[in-house]
């Protein structure tokens, strides 16, 4: 089958599956803490389809699949849904994006089931400031989410971090600090208008300029060159070989080199966080008129027609910029 090559060159080898729109936490800037629109159950995909939309993936060339939601850790069928994919013929490369808080559980049979690496998001080191920011108590079972990941050997472990205005926008070297010490790789990530109309404001967005301004004032960072598709501009950390990385979405987009794709967990694909349009698969897997071969002739045509509708960017600074219906929760991060 042919590989995902949109309409200015660019190949689409990774593609971002969510597993499910719920989450055990409420996150201010991914959904309304009171949301309320789940996507029904009988809407999100089985794991038998699951598998045959990344399989038809991998054979138009996905080299690399991340698992998110939503919490992904949610889906009772995790621990098959990883193993399944990590025994395909050319398997993907395969990680995955939590929020941590089951990770103290399921880490162990992740890793054994195949899972290569893991992403945990944390903002903040104050348990309090967890609280105000996700409407949930967690914040203990995220650290001990964290040693697990490391126990297990899912290692380096990745903490994603998004740092608000007011919030928690004063602990960027804090945590930095925090990562080294615990030998995690962290990346701020600028705060992008996917919370389905909430709290988004570009005037108190905490910038990619701001975040290195505010570690620069504490470490010596010095680029790392050979950037490729990767969305984080990483630093070397006062000439160690540790690394930070700061992904700048709304003030330096990367959208000429993105590789990635997306399937949300009711089956529609999308080619970019913010497009307004999907292309949807679920109805080919249910088709009662097809056979399978059909099935997966007419998935790979959806593939194709997803990437070709891929604009050339996000166009958040655009005037025009509509941000999508659906919280990221929704989309899959
Ligand atoms: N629940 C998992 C988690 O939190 O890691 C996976 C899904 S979450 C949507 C994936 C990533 O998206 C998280 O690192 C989260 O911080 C990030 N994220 C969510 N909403 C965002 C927003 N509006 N801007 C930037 N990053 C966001
Ligand atoms: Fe849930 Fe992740 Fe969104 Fe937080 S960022 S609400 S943990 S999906």
């Not at 899912?154 to 945590?175: C, R, W, Y």
């Not at 404001?201 to 470490?219: E, F, K, N, P």
């Not at 790979?300 to 929760?329: C, E």
Request: glycine share 8%; proline share 5%.
């Amino acid at each position: 089958m042919s590989a995902l090559i949109d309409t200015y060159g660019r190949n689409h080898r990774n593609l971002r599956v969510s597993l499910t729109d719920r989450c055990s936490l409420r996150c201010t800037y991914c959904m309304p803490h009171d949301f309320a629109a789940w996507i029904p159950n009988d809407d999100l995909l089985t794991t038998d389809e699951l598998i045959t939309i990344i399989d038809v993936a991998v054979s138009q060339g996905i080299d690399e699949v991340r698992l998110t939601g939503g919490e992904p850790l949610l889906r009772p069928d995790i621990v098959e849904i990883v193993a399944r994919i990590a025994s395909m013929k050319n398997a993907p490369r395969l990680t995955l994006t939590t929020n941590g808080l089951r990770l103290k559980e399921l880490a162990e049979p992740l890793a054994k089931a195949g899972l290569n690496r893991i992403n945990v998001s944390l903002d903040t080191l104050s348990r309090e400031r967890f609280k105000t920011l996700t409407y949930r108590d967690r914040f203990n079972d995220v650290i001990e989410g964290l040693l697990a990941g490391k126990a297990a050997g899912l290692f380096p472990v990745k903490v994603n971090t998004v740092l608000l205005q007011g919030i928690n926008d004063d602990e960027a070297p804090a945590l930095l600090a925090w990562a080294i010490e615990n030998e995690y790789s962290l990346r701020f990530i600028e705060q992008m208008p996917l919370d389905a109309g909430g709290i988004w404001d570009r005037s108190t967005m905490v910038s990619a300029d701001q975040i290195y301004a505010d570690l620069s004032a504490h470490y010596t960072l010095t680029p790392v060159d050979g950037r490729g598709s990767a969305p984080a501009e990483e630093f070397y950390i006062n000439g160690t070989q540790n690394t930070v990385g700061i992904i700048g979405s709304v003030t330096r987009p990367f959208c000429g080199a993105c590789d990635r794709l997306r399937l949300t967990s009711d089956g529609q694909l999308r080619s970019c966080l913010f497009s307004i349009e999907e292309v949807d698969v679920r109805s080919v897997l249910r088709d009662a008129n097809k056979d399978d071969a059909a099935k997966r002739s007419e998935i790979a045509a959806r593939f194709q027609k997803t990437v070709l509708g891929k604009l050339p960017g996000h166009g958040i600074n655009d005037p025009s910029f509509i941000a999508p219906p659906r919280p990221m929760s929704a989309i899959g991060g």
